[in-house]
T-cell receptor, first 117, second 112 residues
Framework: EAGVAQSPRYKIIEKRQSVAFWCNPI?????LYWYQQILGQGPKLLIQ????????DSQLPKDRFSAERLKGVDSTLKIQPAKLEDSAVYLC???????????????FGPGTRLTVL | GENVEQHPSTLSVQEGDSAVIKCTYS??????FPWYKQELGKRPQLIID?????GEKKDQRIAVTLNKTAKHFSLHITETQPEDSAVYFC???????????FGKGTKLSVIP
């Protein structure tokens, strides 16, 4: 089966510019996650969607980051305006919906490497 | 919220030796613990996971152990091979949230 798709793979922008990332999850996966992975660290969850609803966005810097998942499939993550510290790899992941404590594997996309100059 | 500590940050072993990576978690309600392998420039991939109702799980050369009382879990890789060289991340997920909190990673180098 096709995996999680992300684009672009690389992006270089100046600080204070805006940028958007796109993610297409595995077909049938209701849950979608956006992570930020700073160099040398583990992925940090930014936002979790189930279908087109937000489950958790407590770690999303809402003054500059926004995300949406229209129609419960594709998702976009936007940063406006970007700061130097936003330089990172942005990973999208998807999974089947869990239930009654049953955890499903999260499948990751290849990521978008963002450099803010 | 959950906090996951991972040690060591780097690990070098000779080919054929064993490697052990340890993680501790803070939330006693966490009940799912996956391990991901990330090769340079590639996406994280699940290699093994364990649920809180199990103390140990094995898959060929890889095993994971869980001590709920002490709130720590470990990854064991036996008969290491050069292709095992990568960054390994542990993670923990709380009851019902399905969200993962990751450790900072361990860079494993297997020396031929």
């Amino acid at each position: 089966e096709a995996g999680v798709a992300q684009s672009p793979r690389y992006k270089i922008i100046e600080k204070r510019q805006s940028v958007a990332f796109w993610c297409n999850p595995i077909s049938g996966h209701a849950t979608l996650y956006w992570y930020q992975q700073i160099l040398g660290q583990g992925p940090k969850l930014l936002i979790q969607f189930q279908n087109n609803g937000v489950v958790d966005d407590s770690q999303l810097p809402k003054d500059r980051f926004s995300a949406e998942r229209l129609k419960g499939v594709d998702s976009t993550l936007k940063i406006q305006p970007a700061k130097l510290e936003d330089s990172a790899v942005y990973l999208c992941a998807s999974s089947l919906v869990g239930g009654a404590g049953f955890y499903n594997e999260q499948f990751f996309g290849p990521g978008t490497r963002l450099t803010v100059l | 919220g959950e906090n996951v500590e991972q040690h060591p940050s780097t690990l070098s072993v000779q080919e054929g030796d064993s490697a052990v990576i340890k993680c501790t978690y803070s939330d006693s309600a966490s009940n799912y613990f996956p391990w991901y392998k990330q090769e340079l420039g590639k996406r994280p991939q699940l290699i093994i996971d364990i649920r809180s109702n199990v103390g140990e799980k094995k898959d060929q050369r890889i095993a994971v152990t869980l001590n709920k009382t002490a709130k720590h879990f470990s990854l064991h890789i036996t008969e290491t091979q050069p292709e095992d060289s990568a960054v390994y991340f542990c993670a923990a997920s709380g009851a019902g949230s399905y969200q993962l909190t990751f450790g900072k990673g361990t860079k494993l180098s297997v020396i031929p």
